[in-house]
Each structure stands twice: as C-alpha cells, then as structure tokens.
T-cell receptor
Framework: NAGVTQTPKFQVLKTGQSMTLQCAQDMNHEYMSWYRQDPGMGLRLIHY???????DQGEVPNGYNVSRSTTEDFPLRLLSAAPSQTSVYFC???????????FGAGSRLTVL | QQQVKQSPQSLIVQKGGISIINCAYENTAFDYFPWYQQFPGKGPALLIA?????SEKKEGRFTISFNKSAKQFSLHIMDSQPGDSATYFC????????????FGAGTRLFVKA
C-alpha cells in the first residue's frame, strides 16, 4: 500500500508565483487535511475535508486554496506565494469517526 | 492561540535513561490525546494515544500519564535508546474529529549512546 503520497518533495518558488502541492491516498479515507510545519510552531492545520466536495478552513488558511473532487485527491494551491509560506507541508488522512492520522512524507517549499 | 502547550522544546538523555515530555491543553472538549513520532525527512506517525477515562496507558517502553483535572498529559520513554532520537508531538482532538487534530510545538529528543 502506498498510503499517502505527496508531490513534489521539494520546490523553490519566486514571490508571487502560484503552484499546487499534490496529495493522494489509496486507503479510501474520508477525511483529509493539510498541515504546515515550522520550527517551534509544531504542525498547524491549513485546510481539511470530510469528504468529496466538502472542505473547510483550519488555523492558518490565508493564502491557500483547496478542493476535493474525489475521495483520493486533496491538492493544496498557493495562489501567490510569499516568503512567509516557506515551510514543510504535510498531507494527512484518517478514516471517518477515527482519530488516527496517516501522514505523507512531506513537501518542502522555499519561497524566495 | 496555541491550544496545546508542549515542553521542553528539546531534550538530551543518556542511553538507558527516562525521557519525559509534558503537554497541557485548554479545551475540555478534547477527548483523544495521541503522541506522534517523527524522524528526520519523514512524516509524523502515531506512537501511542489515550482517552481521558484512564489515567495511564503503557505500550512497551512508552507510557502516557493523564491528569484530567489539571488538563495535562505526559509521555515517558523508559530505557531510552539512540533509535528513539526523533521529534515528538503531543496532540488533542475530539472523538471522530481526527481531521482537526491540534498539535503541540514538538520536542526534539536526542539519546546519547
């Protein structure tokens, strides 16, 4: 089983550029979420989805957009990248009515 | 506003020693308290978890102690090994709401051989 797959693993952007971080899971999990990890800040929730067609904001949603057209995929879009968005991004999924998160390996983003 | 506060930020322990990481939460609606372990270059993975109806849970060398009245919980790693060197996150969520898990800031543990 692949679990949660994130691409790309590394990306460098210039300020103002846009891009999409991809996340796919093959466990038929209903719930998916995006976190960013920054030193001393832990993991902060950006957006989450409880099923296809349903998304909502987490703690730090500004500057990010998400959609969920299928159960498997949950892409994260940066609309106009800023240096403050330099971070490691993790996608995670969990089954409905369960609290265990399965994380991807992460995507390291640098915005110059 | 950080709803889950974790300390210390970093910890160095001798091989065979006990590692202790503490967390405190604010929201009494939380009813599931997991600990995640993260190795460099990897995503976090569930290590052990507890619900507030018990005061302690043990799995091998890892133990969670939970104090509901104080809204605190801690991770104890007995007989710490160099392979335990990693970043540990405490977290909190509501039953069935794992997708909105709130994490502490993390503790970087280094176990000296």
């Amino acid at each position: 089983n692949a679990g949660v797959t994130q691409t790309p693993k590394f990306q460098v952007l210039k300020t103002g550029q846009s891009m999409t971080l991809q996340c796919a899971q093959d466990m038929n999990h209903e719930y998916m979420s995006w976190y960013r990890q920054d030193p001393g800040m832990g993991l902060r929730l950006i957006h989450y989805s409880v099923g296809a067609g349903i998304t909502d904001q987490g703690e730090v949603p500004n500057g990010y957009n998400v959609s969920r057209s299928t159960t498997e995929d949950f892409p994260l879009r940066l609309l106009s990248a800023a240096p403050s968005q330099t971070s490691v991004y993790f996608c995670a999924s969990s089954p409905q009515r369960a609290n265990v998160l399965t994380f991807g390996a992460g995507s390291r983003l640098t915005v110059l | 506003q950080q709803q889950v506060k974790q300390s210390p930020q970093s910890l160095i322990v001798q091989k065979g020693g006990i590692s202790i990481i503490n967390c405190a939460y604010e929201n009494t609606a939380f009813d599931y308290f997991p600990w995640y372990q993260q190795f460099p270059g990897k995503g976090p993975a569930l290590l052990i978890a507890i619900r507030p109806d018990v005061s302690e849970k043990k799995e091998g060398r890892f133990t969670i102690s939970f104090n509901k009245s104080a809204k605190q919980f801690s991770l104890h790693i007995m007989d710490s090994q160099p392979g335990d060197s990693a970043t540990y996150f405490c977290a909190a969520s509501r039953r069935g709401g794992g997708f909105k898990t709130i994490f502490g800031a993390g503790t970087r543990l280094f176990v000296k051989a």
